[in-house]
C-alpha cells in the first residue's frame, strides 16, 4: 500500500518534469535557480539547468528512465531521451 503512494509520487514528479521541459530539436532542459551559493540571492538569475547528476540534466535523466520502465509511461521515456541529449551536448 505504502509503495503504490510512493509511486503515484513519483509519477506526478516525473509528469511535471515532463510538462515544464524546454525542449530544442530533440534534447530538452529545464530552468532552475542556481544551487551555487551567491553573494546575493535577490539577484541570482532564473536560468537553464547544467548537465550533472546531482543538479542538472543528468540526474533528470536517470529518474525519468526509472519512472519509464516502471509506468511504461512513453512521455516518460521521451523526456529522458531528451534530458540525455541534453546532457551529452
Known amino acids: 500500500m505504502k509503495r503504490d503512494r510512493f509511486l503515484t509520487v513519483a509519477e506526478c514528479i516525473a509528469a511535471r518534469l515532463c510538462r515544464d521541459a524546454v525542449w530544442e530539436r ?37 529518474f525519468l528512465a526509472f519512472m519509464a520502465r516502471v509506468s511504461g509511461d512513453p512521455v516518460f521515456l521521451l523526456g529522458h531521451i531528451g534530458a540525455v541529449n ?4
Do not use: F, K, Q, V
Open 86 to 89: 541534453h546532457m551529452l551536448s
Open 26 to 62: 530533440e534534447s530538452c532542459t529545464w530552468m532552475s535557480w542556481p544551487t551555487r551559493a551567491s553573494s546575493d540571492p535577490l539577484t541570482d538569475p532564473y536560468e537553464t539547468i547544467g548537465s550533472t547528476l546531482y543538479d542538472g540534466s543528468a540526474g533528470i535523466a536517470l
